[in-house]
C-alpha cells in the first residue's frame, strides 16, 4: 500500500541551527501539507502546497519557514532558526485532490527538538 | 475561525463495550467532517467522515452522527477492542483542502 514517508524519524537541533524536514508523498499526488502538534496538543495545519507554490499557509508559517518540492518526489519543509517553541512532531500529508471527499494521507511524522 | 473542538480529554472504557466520542463545532458554515485516529508514534490515520447533508454514515464497526442543530458530531466505536485504544480527533476540511483539528479524545481500552 503506498504510503507517505518522512524523513528523519527524530531531530535534535540547537536553537537558532536551521533544519530540513524531508517528506516522500505518494506518487500519483498532486496536494501537499505540513501539519505540525505540539506534544499533547491538537495537530495545527502549517501550509498546503499544489502546482509548485504555496496555496494556503497558517500565521504559524511565518517568515522562518519555508516549503520546496525539490524534484518530482520530495517536498521539504525547512526552518531558517529555530527556537525552542519550534519543538513539536511535525506530520506531512499528501492528497489526489483538495476536495472535500478525498482523503488526505499522513506520514509517520518527524520529532523535531529544538535544544 | 478555527473551531472544531471536543468535549473529553480521555474515555477509558471495558473492552467490548460501545465508546461514544465526542466533538462540538462553532461554524455552522462546515460542511464536510472527518475523524482520525492517531496511534502513539504515529500520523493520523482516516476513519470515517460525514458530509453536512447526512445525519448518520456507517463503517466498519464505526458510526458518526452528525447533529447540525447544536453543531456536535459523535463517533461511536462498537464492541471496542484493545486495538482502538489511541488517540481520536475530529477535523473539519475547508475548501482548499486543510484539515482543521480538534484537541483529541484519548480513547484507553480496559481488557
Known amino acids: 500500500e503506498p504510503e507517505v514517508t518522512q524523513t528523519p524519524s527524530h531531530q535534535v537541533t540547537q536553537m537558532g541551527q536551521e533544519v530540513i524536514l524531508r517528506c516522500v508523498p505518494i506518487?500519483?499526488?498532486?496536494?501537499f501539507y505540513w501539519y505540525r502538534q505540539i506534544l499533547g496538543q491538537k495537530v495545527e495545519f502549517l501550509v498546503s502546497?499544489?502546482?509548485?507554490?504555496?496555496?494556503?499557509k497558517s500565521e504559524i508559517f511565518d517568515d522562518q519557514f519555508s516549503v520546496e518540492r525539490p524534484d518530482g518526489s520530495n517536498f521539504t519543509l525547512k526552518i531558517r532558526s529555530t527556537k525552542l517553541e519550534d519543538s513539536a512532531m511535525y506530520f506531512c500529508?499528501?492528497?489526489?485532490?483538495?476536495?472535500?471527499?478525498?482523503?488526505?494521507?499522513f506520514g509517520q511524522g518527524t520529532r523535531l527538538t529544538v535544544v | 475561525g478555527e473551531s472544531v473542538g471536543l468535549h473529553l480529554p480521555t474515555l477509558s472504557v471495558q473492552e467490548g463495550d460501545n465508546s461514544i466520542i465526542n466533538c462540538a463545532y462553532s461554524?455552522?458554515?462546515?460542511?464536510?467532517f472527518i475523524w482520525y485516529k492517531q496511534e502513539s508514534g504515529k500520523g493520523p490515520q482516516f476513519i470515517i467522515d460525514?458530509?453536512?447533508?447526512?445525519d448518520k454514515r456507517q463503517g466498519q464497526r464505526v458510526t458518526v452522527l452528525l447533529n447540525k442543530t447544536v453543531k456536535h458530531l459523535s463517533l461511536q466505536i462498537a464492541a471496542t477492542q484493545p486495538g482502538d485504544s489511541a488517540v481520536y480527533f475530529c477535523?473539519?476540511?475547508?475548501?482548499?483542502?486543510?484539515?482543521?483539528f480538534g484537541q483529541g479524545t484519548t480513547l484507553q481500552v480496559k481488557p
Open positions: 500529508a499528501s492528497s489526489p485532490s483538495q476536495t472535500r471527499n478525498t482523503e488526505a494521507f
Open positions: 506518487s500519483n499526488h498532486l496536494y
Open positions: 502546497f499544489y502546482n509548485n507554490e504555496i496555496s494556503e
Open positions: 461554524n455552522s458554515a462546515s460542511d464536510y
Open positions: 460525514i458530509r453536512s447533508n447526512m
Open positions: 477535523a473539519e476540511k475547508g475548501d482548499t483542502g486543510k484539515l482543521i
